[in-house]
């Protein structure tokens, strides 16, 4: 019964499978000659594309709405905790010499090329686990961003065409991103550099080669040497920030014209250099004033809370600490150890929630539910402070 029913299921999931692997082959004939016009050797498209399979899990990924933000503030508890803070700090110990030399030849500082690593790959602990060819290959030839996957695919056979890296190496998410620092292929092409000059970029088993690729983004974005990203700053009482943001830079001198302090009250320095303001969450909280630097750690992810991620991870690395200014919540957010405690302690409850991994994902998210509709507080998927205590004091 069981094999009958399984069949049935998949069936019933993709109507049209078959059409869709004879539609995937008929595309992937398109993209092979896309692939020759761009000089790929047709011995390697022969090579890699004769058994090509689809990977459709993809394609729900493509269309996936996380049915719930984080709010900045738990994004950043689990991208910047002491764990991480701590590993860091060892990296930028055992790669010492390696990070002084990316210095000297690209103009970025340490903190930041090793902040850069432990927010992509925590150190190069998680690059992915998908085969980027039958990704990129899919997204190619099905859903909504076809061109620019069909571009990406396109690059990735070129890095397997150069002999950087075999298709087997090229493993990582379900959009393409891969290695030690997660580019994407095409900017794999036109960044990467081969830093411990064994003749191959490689991002994948040579830290060296991630590292320096990484500072060498930066620098083509624009990053300017010996500048700070930014710094938190305190707002005048009503100051009005519409019409503010990270593209509206203004002079230093204007900031403080205006009653901007740096957050640890230390007034603001005076000069032309530019800086936007921002003020991530919504009702409050941290402000900062951003400049150059922080448009090219931007570049690299355009997203306020990555920025952010970065910046303050990279502050931290050189023994900075938390933001002055509280977050606008009075739940206050768990790192990675504390949602470790509250997904044992689900677990111990009863839940279902998979492996204990600080990583909420949807089986945790409908445990959390569970739990706060059994207290009778609010029902929101968050992870919290105010849960995690509530559980420890009711451990069964
Ligand atoms: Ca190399």
């Known amino acids: 019964m069981r094999p009958l029913c399984l069949a049935l299921l998949a069936a019933l999931s993709f109507p049209a499978a078959a059409q869709d692997v004879a539609e995937f082959r008929r595309c992937l004939a398109g993209l092979r000659v896309q692939a020759i016009d761009k000089g ?9 594309l004769g058994g090509l399979e689809p990977d459709f899990t993809v394609l729900e990924r493509l269309d996936y709405q996380p049915e719930f933000r984080s709010p900045v503030w738990d994004y950043l508890a689990a991208l910047v905790d002491e764990q991480r803070v701590e590993d860091g700090r060892a990296k930028l110990q055992q790669h010492a010499d390696t990070l002084a030399e990316i210095e000297r030849r690209y103009g970025v500082d340490p903190a930041t090329v090793v902040a850069v690593w432990g927010v992509e790959s925590d150190f190069g602990k ?58 994407m292929p095409s900017t794999y092409l036109r960044l990467a550099v081969d830093f411990d000059g064994d003749g191959r970029r490689d991002l994948v088993d040579s830290i060296p080669d991630a590292l320096a690729s990484t500072a060498n983004f930066l620098k083509e974005a624009g990053w300017q040497p010996d500048q700070p990203w930014g710094f938190e700053v305190t707002l005048p009482a009503g100051f009005d920030l519409a019409g503010e943001g990270r593209r ?58 990555y920025g952010l991620a970065i910046a303050h991870l990279a502050d931290k690395l050189r023994g900075g600490g938390d933001f002055v200014t509280p977050w606008p919540t009075d739940d206050l957010p768990l790192d990675r150890a504390g949602r470790r405690e509250l997904q044992t302690l689900l677990t111990a409850r009863g839940h279902d929630i998979g492996p204990i991994d ?20 609010e029902e929101t998927p968050r992870a919290g402070q105010k849960l995690l205590n509530a559980l420890r004091k009711s451990a069964p």
């Not at 790929?40 to 890699?48: F, H, K, M, Q, V």
């Not at 990129?136 to 620019?148: A, E, M, P, V, W």
């Not at 190496?169 to 379900?174: D, N, Q």
């Not at 600080?358 to 507080?377: P, Q, Y």
């Open 40 to 48: 790929i050797a047709p011995a390697t498209l022969d090579r890699e």
């Open 126 to 183: 998680n690059f992915g686990s998908r085969a980027l060819l039958e990704s990129l290959g899919t997204l190619s030839c099905f859903g909504r961003r076809q061109s620019y996957f069909s571009g990406e695919f396109i690059a990735a056979l070129g890095i397997i065409d150069e002999g950087s890296l075999a298709a087997a190496k090229l493993r990582g998410s379900w959009a393409g991103a891969f290695g030690h620092t997660q580019f």
């Open 248 to 305: 509206t830079k203004r002079p230093l001198d204007e900031w403080r014209a205006r009653g901007l302090v740096r957050a640890d009250g230390t007034p603001l320095e005076a000069g032309q250099a530019r800086a936007g303001l921002v003020q991530p969450a919504d009702g409050g909280g941290p402000a900062f004033l951003v400049m150059r630097n922080f448009d090219a750690i931007y570049a690299y992810n355009a997203s306020m809370s």
């Open 358 to 377: 600080g990583a909420i994902g949807s089986r945790t998210r409908a445990a959390i539910l569970a739990e706060k509709r059994r207290l009778g507080w």
